[in-house]
């Protein structure tokens, strides 16, 4: 069974940080590009950050840009989101995505920053 699961969410003060951590299991995500979404409440899910399966390219969210780096290790599975200086208006439940034969989602972590 595949699955992808965030942690590292939490409670943070404005200029702060938090690294988040999306670890896939059930099969090898190493051959696929892989993003990380946010929804804030009464919001539209929105893309952030994006990497390439080598991990040679990314891409962000003009929002985030030079404060959020997307990074993984093909070994572990797993794809990461360090998330500084961060703002009030980053408070979202953050979602890691990857598509294979479909499209797969965790089931997200809270990240709430307050002002």
């Known amino acids: 069974q595949v699955q992808l699961v965030e942690s590292g969410g939490g409670l943070v003060q404005a200029g702060g940080s938090l690294r988040l951590t999306c670890a896939a299991s059930?099969?090898?995500?190493?051959?696929?590009?892989m993003r990380w979404f946010r929804q804030a409440p009464g919001k539209e899910r929105e893309f952030v950050a994006a990497i390439s399966w080598s991990g040679g390219s990314t891409s962000y969210a003009d929002s985030v840009k030079g404060r959020f780096t997307i990074s993984r290790d093909n070994a572990k599975n797993t794809v990461y989101l360090q998330m500084n200086s961060l703002k009030p208006e980053d408070t979202a439940v953050y979602y890691c995505?990857?598509?294979?034969?479909?499209?797969?989602w965790g089931q997200g972590t809270q990240v709430t920053v307050s002002s």
């Open positions: 059930g099969r090898s995500f190493s051959r696929n590009s």
């Open positions: 995505w990857a598509h294979i034969d479909k499209d797969y």
